[in-house]
């Protein structure tokens, strides 16, 4: 990841924007002012009413990833085409349009951002709820890239779920549903985190202890086909251990902050594949690709195939929704009303 500062424009308006200065706790954020960003070529810029908070962006603030200083958090916007810039067709100013800013600077009154990210607001998403889609722009592609892409679930099945009460692991489980899968297994660290779970189509949502016992008697000991894993830490070593012969164990986040890792051998030994997912690096090396996922994800949820639960906060409380997400209180998605 880059800088992502705002570009500077001539017209010296000036927009509000979360920022930090320094990696650290959710205190480091902040809300200003700078200038307002103006599109340049093969870009546009969208003036934003609600933006996602994910947890990539916590991974960002805490200097797990290198970002440049100052930054400028958010993955995901939903607003009106401001402007338009050299060589973009199909937008015009208006426009209700939901964006993928994977350059950052989403939690903002306006980002400028790749034309290819982003998706217009018509025909079957045209009623699309503003919140809802903001909501759903990450996470509700995330878990349709690790399910079909980087997972290759086949129907029938065996999907374990880790964090499943969180924004991706939720979408996950009701899209596993609707691709074949026979038994999705959520995990989660709380009772409170699994009974939330256990209303998005779950068959069983266990503790991390009770897991291997709870794959073993749903599988008659043969193992998940697919593991979903976000969380990392020490849990994610002994994964293979949860997995049928050929098994895939798919890698997209890591939210315990503790780096794992494992010998070239590791999958010829275990019988077993891994695999990742990140969102930037399909957006980089498989644009269309992501484009699909993500007009598929928003589709869903306009039809209600995927539901997404959604707690909108004012931008101010943007370091109250990282706090949230890092301690892991958290269920559903946080989604900041940019205009409050």
């Known amino acids: 990841m880059t800088n992502t500062a705002p570009t500077s424009t ?11 200065d320094a990696f650290g706790a959710p205190s480091v954020l902040t809300v200003g002012e700078v200038e307002t960003p103006e599109p340049e070529a093969g870009q ?35 607003g009106t085409v401001r ?35 982003v998706v ?7 009623d699309l709820d503003g919140a809802l889609a903001a909501g759903a722009l990450c996470n509700v592609t995330t878990a349709l890239g690790v399910l079909t892409s980087a997972g290759h679930l086949a129907k029938g099945e065996t999907v374990v779920v880790l964090a499943a009460a969180g924004g ?8 596993a549903r609707q691709l ?17 779970a256990r209303g998005f189509g779950y068959d069983s949502v266990v503790s991390y202890e009770e897991l291997e016992q709870e794959v073993a008697e749903r599988t008659g000991g043969a193992g998940a086909d697919l593991v979903l894993d976000s969380v990392g830490g020490a849990f994610r070593s002994s994964v293979s251990g949860l997995l049928a012969a050929f098994g895939r ?26 695999a990742g997912y990140n969102l930037g690096g399909v ?58």
Do not use: C
Not at 10 to 20: K, P
Not at 52 to 69: K, S, T, Y
């Open 249 to 274: 164990h798919v890698i997209f986040g890591n939210a315990a902050a503790e780096d794992v890792t494992f010998e070239g051998n590791h999958p010829w030994y275990t019988n077993s594949s891994l």
């Open 44 to 78: 546009l810029t969208v003036d934003v009413r609600y933006a996602g908070v994910n947890f990539a962006e916590v991974m960002f603030r805490r200097g797990q990833f290198p970002v440049g200083l100052p930054h400028f958090p958010g993955l995901e916007a939903v």
């Open 180 to 196: 074949g899968a026979g038994t999705v297994i959520g995990v989660t660290s709380s009772p409170a985190k699994a009974e939330y």
């Open 120 to 126: 217009r607001l018509d025909g079957e998403l045209a």
């Open 10 to 20: 001539t017209s010296g308006s000036r927009m509000r924007t979360v920022r930090f």
């Open 168 to 175: 991706v692991g939720t979408a996950a489980a009701q899209l």
């Open 83 to 117: 402007a338009v810039g050299e060589g973009v067709t199909g937008f015009e100013p208006g426009d209700r349009v939901a964006a993928l800013t994977l350059g950052g600077g989403g939690n903002a009154e306006v980002v400028a951002v790749g034309a290819e990210h």
């Open 283 to 340: 957006a980089g090396r498989a644009p269309e690709l992501l484009r699909a996922h993500l007009e598929q994800a928003l589709a869903e949820v306009a039809k209600g195939s995927v539901r997404v639960d959604v707690t909108v906060l004012p931008l101010a409380d943007a370091a109250r929704a990282h706090e949230l997400l890092e301690t892991r209180a958290s269920t559903g998605k946080y989604v900041l009303d940019v205009r409050s």
